[in-house]
């Protein structure tokens, strides 16, 4: 079993920045891939960023390139978005993921959920204009 916890969400103007946190426990949580993901009302959760086991590949999605970076400490067994020129469209609950491997081969695999199994409760980001 592995529990995930975001936190570092909120309410900020657009132009502005967040950085979110995601601390992981049990299993051997720092082996594995992790990912953001995100969903916005009424939409489809949507993948945001990913990140291998040791940091040496990420994957972006269109969207947030250029203005997120994910990142982990592997010795606090902690993920990081750090979120950049915070647009409305940004708003949404974002979701942090343990990937079933420790590598990502290509953002298509990046992106699909199902190679995620277990996830956060999530963080409310808002993007005000």
């Known amino acids: 079993q592995v529990q995930l916890v975001e936190s570092g969400g909120g309410l900020v103007q657009a132009g502005g920045s967040l950085r979110l946190s995601c601390a992981a426990s049990?299993?051997?949580?720092?082996?594995?891939?992790m990912g953001w993901f995100r969903q916005a009302p009424g939409k489809e959760r949507e993948f945001v960023a990913a990140i291998s086991w040791s940091g040496g590949s990420t994957y972006y999605a269109d969207s947030v390139k250029g203005r997120f970076t994910i990142s982990r400490d592997n010795a606090k067994n902690t993920v990081y978005l750090q979120m950049n020129s915070l647009k409305p469209e940004d708003t949404a609950v974002y979701y942090c993921?343990?990937?079933?491997?420790?590598?990502?081969?290509?953002?298509?695999?990046?992106?699909?959920?199902?190679?995620?199994?277990?996830w956060g409760q999530g963080t409310q980001v808002t993007v005000s204009s």
């Open positions: 993921a343990s990937n079933r491997y420790r590598y990502i081969a290509t953002i298509q695999d990046a992106a699909r959920t199902y190679h995620y199994d277990y």
């Open positions: 049990g299993r051997t949580s720092n082996t594995y891939a």
